[in-house]
Nanobody, 124 residues
């Protein structure tokens, strides 16, 4: 069974940076597209960014373009989310997700595996 474990969340001031990591085990990570989603209190889970199996294609929500960067290291079975210029509205639980397809998707229901989430809190 595939397991995804996120790390790197925490409390940061507005304008600061955080780097999230998601380590995968139990599957063929290099053949999965990966995504980062987030869910704020009282809101729907939304896609933040996604990356294809090779890293050659990426997708970003408009709200994070130019501030967040997704990357992956298939040798380490890990996907990363570098978050810069953080804003209070970025506060949410961030989830890593894996999809048994080469191409990424913007839809949460198309992902097969999920991590437990990591809290990111941005203070103003």
């Amino acid at each position: 069974q595939v397991q995804l474990v996120e790390s790197g969340g925490g409390l940061v001031q507005a304008g600061g940076s955080l780097r999230l990591s998601c380590a995968a085990s139990g599957g063929t990570f290099s053949s999965y597209a990966m995504g980062w989603f987030r869910q704020a209190p009282g809101k729907e889970r939304e896609l933040v960014t996604a990356i294809s199996w090779s890293g050659g294609n990426t997708y970003y929500a408009d709200s994070v373009k130019g501030r967040f960067t997704i990357s992956r290291d298939n040798a380490k079975d890990t996907v990363y989310l570098q978050m810069n210029s953080l804003k209070p509205e970025d506060t949410a639980v961030y989830y890593c997700a894996g999809r048994r397809r080469y191409s990424a998707s913007a839809y949460s229901y198309e992902y097969d595996y999920w991590g437990q989430g990591t809290q990111v809190t941005v203070s103003s």
